[in-house]
């Protein structure tokens, strides 16, 4: 299996979006109203807001493909682009998506090293990311690869205010 990853670009706005709105539906539909769905992705993957985000110095987004084929997406910020005030030694990772399809052949392991990496080469002292509270196998993932609950915080999903888990690995 050939895997590699590449940093996105204004160019693949169009692909972004559809990879961004299909993988978060598949994950948490089942357990939101489908009002708020709609909400949601039409307010964080609208190509406007995406264009912006991507635009952002302090805001990277890389594709990781198998073979030809896009099987998911890294989203990872530092300084003032982080959704929660962490410091200038933080970077977060913001989004980390598998399509369905993808999933179970280590390609999260990728992404997760490939935040570290970036982490590292910015000379971050952490990397950090906020986890639906409900959603066990991210949790029970992200505790494999070595992070580990430093706090909550709030995540707006339409009309509904729910609690993500905030997880921190320490680079050494």
Not at 31 to 38: A, L, R
Not at 91 to 120: D, M, P, S, T, V
């Amino acid at each position: 299996m050939t895997i590699h990853i590449r940093k996105c670009t204004l160019e693949d706005l169009p692909l972004l979006q559809e990879i961004g709105c299909e993988t978060f539906n598949e994950t948490f539909k089942d357990q939101n109203s489908p009002e708020n769905m709609k909400v949601y992705l039409e307010e964080a993957f609208n190509l406007t807001q995406l264009g912006t985000e991507l635009s952002n110095p302090s805001s990277e987004f890389f594709f990781i493909y198998v073979h030809t084929e896009v099987a998911g997406y890294l989203k990872v910020n530092v300084d003032e682009a982080q959704t929660e005030k962490e410091g200038d030694e933080s970077l977060e990772i913001e989004r980390i998506y598998i399509r369905k399809e993808f999933q179970g052949q280590g390609l999260g392991h990728h992404l997760i090293n490939k935040g570290i990496e970036l982490a590292q080469d910015q000379s971050k002292k952490k990397v950090w990311l906020g986890v639906w509270e409900k959603n066990e196998g991210a949790i029970k993932f992200y505790g494999k690869m070595g992070f580990t609950q430093s706090g909550t915080h709030s995540f707006h999903m339409g009309d509904e205010k729910q609690t993500d888990l905030v997880m921190t690995k320490i680079l050494m």
